[in-house]
Structure formats: structure tokens, C-alpha cells
């Protein structure tokens, strides 16, 4: 007695409709590519840049909730991350992360502080950091970050929209952490 075979349309759906599936678990809960569309992070990150996102280590948003799962670690200076834009739920903005909440943080002297000390690791953080005319970089006008937020910079702070012009990011609009560039090729690394 033989057993019944699908047909090759059912076989070739199923895998489909399973590979789909699986990509958008990944997706999800995992790894999110994205592009790099302005030079805000230059010379980290060059428009055109693609990135892998980890979203796992900040701890994984459940979809349709504010629920979270648990985070290996939080977010820490120095961090390359992805989020929600403060403006604009519907944009998301990759920045570096300068001072999490507690944190005082000034631009005096065309360099950042943090807590009164001239902040220096990552090593980008020695460059030049502009002063903003609205409320959050104003020269010697330091700034207290509230708990559960952060204020992202762009590495290019001349041409960055970030933290200085629209103030503190919730901690709940955090989507991950940039690991890597997989696209082109000639750019493909490691990102810190």
C-alpha cells in the first residue's frame, strides 16, 4: 500500500509559507537590516550603509504591546542605536548613545560633558560637538537626562539631528543595538 503524495504546488506552498514565517520570526525577535539614508553618523556609518540591528540584548519588544522581554544589558555609552524617532513614531533613527538617564550633559568648549568631565570614550566622542540653539545645546547650559531616557548624538555633529534639537528619547522607543555593516561589501565590519 502506497501513501498518498502531496502535490508539488502543496509542497512548494508549505515551504514558502514556512520560510516566510520563519524570516519574520527573525525579524521580529532577532536581527533587523536596515539603511543608512543620511551622513549624520559619518565616518562611522555613510549613507547607503546597511546594518544589522541585534535586538536581542536591549530586550525584544512583543509586537502590538509595550511589553518587553528581559534585557541582557542595558544600553550603554558609547553604543551605535537604533530607535524610534522622539518626533516621529513612523522614523527610525540610528544614533550614539552619549548619556543615559541621571546624567548631566553639556557642550562647553566645542566638547561634550558628562557629569562635568569632558567625555572622551569612544574615542568619537573627542570630536567636535556643534552647540544647538534650542534647549538641549545650548553652550555651558547643562542639561539633567531623566530616568528611563537617553540623549543620542550623531557622530557627524555637524550635520545630525539628534538629542541637541529634540531633547531626551524614552527608553521604550529603543529598537536595538548596530552590530555590523553587511553591505557593499568593501564596508562590511564589525561596528563598536
Known sequence: MSVPSK??????????????LLA????????????????????TLIEGDRILVDKVTFGVRIPFTRLRLPAIRQPQRGDLVVFR????NKKDFIKRLAAVGGDEVEIRDLRLWINGRPLTDPPIFQGI???NRGPYGTES??????????F???????????SRYWGFCPKAKVIGRAFCVYWPPRRVRGLK
Open 141 to 150: 547650559k547643562p542639561v539633567k537626562v531623566p530616568a528611563d531616557h537617553f
Open 152 to 162: 543620542f548624538l550623531g557622530d557627524n555633529s555637524a550635520s545630525s539631528r539628534d
Open 85 to 88: 524617532s522622539p518626533d516621529d
Open 24 to 43: 519574520l520570526a527573525v525579524r521580529t525577535f532577532l536581527v533587523q537590516p536596515y539603511k543608512i539614508p543620511t551622513g549624520s553618523m559619518i565616518p
Open 7 to 20: 502535490s508539488v504546488f502543496r509542497e512548494y506552498a508549505e515551504s514558502i509559507v514556512t520560510a516566510v
Open 129 to 131: 560637538a556643534y552647540y
